[in-house]
């Protein structure tokens, strides 16, 4: 690892410290709290675990694997403080994580092997979608690559606003046609312009409808099949957006979207606003689909690759 990677950690661990104290402070904190003075795991011990992490919206499933984890450590090793019992903890949750499927992006930023990689983007209105979609594009400008932009979710003029204020931020191409159009044919003008002017990467924004699961499995549909006859394999991510407040619906989106079409990636934003945190480990462990990035921050460099191991130790150090 050169300087320039070294220091760059570094500040990325630092704002993710920051863009999880609201959860580190209302959560784990409390877990310490409770470790602290204990010689021996009992049941009022787990039972109390239990509370705080099912309070933290890690979720009743997977706290319940962490708390069995926990057991069968304790069952093996001879437990001797509160610090040790704190590391265990912390070992379990990162061993959860990465048990699950992993895809890191840094494989388009760093070895890109498919030209241009397509990335359709999903999610309700409201999770920080625009704004992910912004931060990604500015992500990919600065590793050097062509970023195209299609504005898909044609139902909303704010969005396509919106959209096109972090096109001109980012550095990316912007495609757009006028409110109401047909979604599908703007993601085949994006890819259309992208394919003849040799972009690496292409984003698609689509519309974040819930109220109808059949109109909107019938949209998404259509989009893929109408990009895949530009670029066959496109697109070659779908992208679901979850906001981190929104706590258990974020679960119930992921469950629904999941659904309408073959999600194969998660970003998880406004980690900084919230005191939910751990829907990032419960999402990534129900789920069994990646989270690639998460949102700790407003700022367009605030979207982050999820780093599994940063993200655990983040939330325990002390």
Do not use: C
């Not at 021996?40 to 499933?61: H, R």
């Not at 319940?64 to 070992?91: G, H, M, P, V």
């Not at 990636?265 to 990646?290: E, H, W």
């Amino acid at each position: 690892m050169g300087l320039f990677d070294f220091l760059s950690k570094k500040k990325d661990e630092k704002r993710l410290q920051e863009g999880l104290g609201k959860t580190k402070e209302s959560v784990f904190k409390k877990i310490t709290r409770v470790v602290v003075g204990k010689s021996k795991i009992d049941d009022s011990f787990l039972d109390e675990l239990e509370e705080i992490l099912i309070s933290s919206d890690v979720g009743v499933d997977t706290t319940i694997k962490i708390i069995d984890r926990l057991q069968d450590r304790i069952a093996k090793e001879k437990y001797l403080n509160a610090d040790e019992l704190s590391t265990i903890l912390e070992e379990e949750i990162t061993n959860l994580l990465e048990e699950n499927e992993d895809s890191s992006p840094k494989q388009i930023l760093e070895n890109q092997k498919i030209k241009p990689y397509v990335i359709m983007v999903v999610g309700v209105n409201g999770v920080g979608k625009t704004t992910t979609i912004g931060k990604l594009a500015y992500m990919f400008s600065q590793a050097g690559k062509k970023v195209y932009i299609g504005a898909a979710d044609t139902f909303r003029a704010a969005a396509i606003n919106q959209l096109s204020v972090w096109a001109d931020r980012s550095g990316a191409t912007m495609v757009k046609q006028k409110m109401g159009a047909d979604p599908a044919a703007v993601a085949f003008d994006t890819l259309n312009a992208a394919k003849s002017n040799n972009a690496d990467i292409v984003l698609i924004d689509t519309a974040g409808r819930l109220h109808n699961k059949i109109n909107l499995m019938n949209e998404l549909s259509k989009i893929r099949r109408v990009m895949s006859k530009v670029i066959p394999d496109a697109p070659h991510e779908v992208l679901l957006v979850l906001d981190a407040s929104t706590g258990q619906n974020a679960f119930e989106q992921a469950k629904q979207f999941t659904k309408a079409t073959e999600v194969t990636s998660l970003a998880i934003t406004k980690l900084d606003g919230t005191a939910k945190g751990g829907v990032v480990i419960g999402i990534s462990d129900q789920f069994k689909i990646p989270v690639k990035y998460i949102g700790v921050g407003e700022k367009i460099d605030d979207l982050q690759i999820f780093d599994k191991k940063m993200f655990v130790k983040a939330l325990f150090e002390k």
